[in-house]
């Protein structure tokens, strides 16, 4: 089992990560945390307008509660994590404001600190979107580990922010001090991007922090050419939707059927639901869903389930999402109903789907992917 105990200079913490998991071996803290955290110990610290970006578990606000910060991230999963390592410190829940990365602090924070994301685009969206709430007075701090930070960060923070200042690497991890410079122009806003899906007249909305940004992946694009025809008023989840486009090919495949879109994305779960309504059959029903894969949904309620599954959360690389994903989906579904999974070879998703299906075959693959099609 990891450590749980989170030491440092604003008191001690019983932390986890989220979702919870038996035999959890990676911590809900970096050494960028508590890297931050001694640096502003040693600080005259204040009561001052803190924003925390990117706290993966809660631990940075955690630490920080009795300061009444906000956070500020696009993962649901992260604000249930810091919800409920409040309440297992007897925290007051209600001492941290979470904002969605789908909405803008309302008000100019005093002291930013900023965990960096594992996508950069997110990370160059944030910029634009935190530098009009900045005053003289604002501080800005970001932290990373070293191998999370390419040349790009320090480049985005003086193109976006102002002048940069690094300290030395302690534990693999460094912080980034950034000045306010109004004079630098603030760049255009690239996100959402919006391209056309090949082989159709469907332009697709993408925010910044949903996968395959600019075109299409080739896994999906393996799964697209492949996708299994439904008839009448079906159940169809598209679980992990990003930007929604399996459910949405499902729905114009299959105009009775009813669609479910399913992430813990925020930015996927807006990005979805703009590419159904500006897409999708007009009196075609469709749910959009925010939180941790299937645990809200009942038995046996999905007839299919699309899922082009991630391997990683936030910087740590794993199965664990899919694995979670998977199982559930075998609880999800009907008698007969059926998990149409698309990934790389490597990851051999056909071995681990038979823990929860009987029945696994391969529907389709080419060099680097296969298509998995698993039967309730």
Not at 51 to 79: K, M, Q, T
Not at 81 to 102: G, M
């Amino acid at each position: 089992m990891s450590d749980t105990r989170f030491v440092s200079p604003f008191g001690e913490f019983d932390l986890y990560r989220f979702p919870l998991r038996k035999r959890e071996l990676l911590r809900a803290w970096d050494a960028a945390d508590e890297y931050l955290l001694q640096t502003l110990g040693e600080q005259q610290f204040e009561q001052q307008k803190l924003l925390i970006i990117n706290d993966s578990f809660g631990a940075l606000a955690v630490a920080l509660h009795r300061y009444l910060p906000a956070s500020w991230s696009d993962s649901w999963l992260a604000h249930q994590a810091l919800q409920e390592n409040l309440l297992r410190n007897d925290c007051d829940k209600h001492a941290v404001k979470p904002i969605p990365s789908t909405d803008i602090p309302n008000q100019a924070p005093d002291l930013v600190l900023m965990k960096l994301p594992k996508s950069l685009a997110l990370f160059e969206h944030q910029l634009i979107q935190l530098k009009p709430l900045l005053t003289e007075k604002s501080r800005i701090v970001v932290a990373g580990m070293v191998k999370t930070m390419p040349a790009t960060v320090w480049n985005l923070l003086e193109k976006t922010i102002g002048p940069t200042d690094t300290s030395r690497a302690k534990k693999k991890a460094r912080l980034i001090e950034v000045s306010l410079d109004q004079k630098t122009p603030l760049p255009d806003n690239p996100f959402p991007k919006r391209w056309c899906l090949e082989g159709t007249s469907i332009e697709i909305i993408n925010d910044a922090n949903v996968f395959s940004r600019e075109r299409l992946d080739l896994g999906t694009r393996l799964l697209l050419q492949h996708l299994p025809p439904t008839k009448g008023p079906v159940e169809v989840i598209d679980l992990g939707c990003g930007n929604g486009i399996l459910g949405l090919m499902a729905a114009r495949q299959n105009p009775e059927a009813r669609l479910t879109f399913i992430d813990e994305s925020y930015m996927a779960i807006r990005s979805a639901s703009a590419n159904f309504l500006h897409c999708g059959t007009a009196t075609q029903l469709a749910g959009f869903h925010l939180g941790d894969g299937l645990i809200d949904f009942d038995s046996s309620a999905a007839d299919l389930i699309l899922c082009n599954p991630p391997f990683h959360q936030s910087h740590a690389i794993g199965d664990s999402v899919a694995m979670s994903m998977f199982k559930e989906s075998a609880r999800v579904l009907r008698d007969g109903g059926e998990l149409w999974v698309v990934g790389n070879r490597h990851l051999n998703y056909h071995c681990k789907l038979k823990r929860w299906f009987s029945c696994v075959n391969i529907a389709a693959s080419n060099k680097k992917f296969v298509i998995l099609k698993a039967t309730a």
